[in-house]
């Protein structure tokens, strides 16, 4: 405890540094995938550092939830929107383009069925 003057501070800003390094190497889509890891002990290496230096143990840690900011979680449920409209739209258009390459097909094939029989 000589070591620092506040250790709920340095703890905090361990915790902080450590989240940062998670979720600074993932998309949002991959991070809200991952959230589960930010219970693993194994994530927080600079929490545990920090916290053994000034005579802490950290024994376990427990993620409740991420709450995104309003724009952020407009920003993405509208960009997800987007994906799905596309999605749609290029299954039609693919639908479509199947049945435009299947339509031609059977035409070349009667031409040619209608040609043999000549």
């Known amino acids: 405890l000589q070591q620092t003057k506040d250790p709920i501070a340095d703890m905090a800003n361990a ?3 450590d989240v940062i390094a998670f979720a600074s ?8 995938e991952q959230t589960g890891k930010l ?7 600079q929490l545990c550092s920090r916290s053994k230096s000034i ?3 950290v024994s376990k840690v ?8 309003t724009q952020l979680q407009r920003m993405h449920d509208d960009a997800n929107e987007r994906r799905t409209r596309l999605k749609l739209s ?6 479509t383009y199947l049945s435009d390459v299947t ?3 059977l035409l070349c094939f009667f ?8």
């Open 15 to 17: 915790l902080t540094a």
């Open 103 to 105: 339509e031609n097909i």
């Open 25 to 32: 190497q993932l998309t949002y889509e991959d991070f809200l």
């Open 111 to 118: 031409r040619l069925n209608k040609r043999s029989r000549n």
């Open 62 to 69: 427990v993620y409740r939830g991420y709450q995104a900011p």
């Open 90 to 95: 290029v299954g039609h258009c693919y639908s």
């Open 39 to 45: 219970n693993d002990l194994e994530s927080y290496p």
């Open 55 to 57: 005579g802490y143990e």
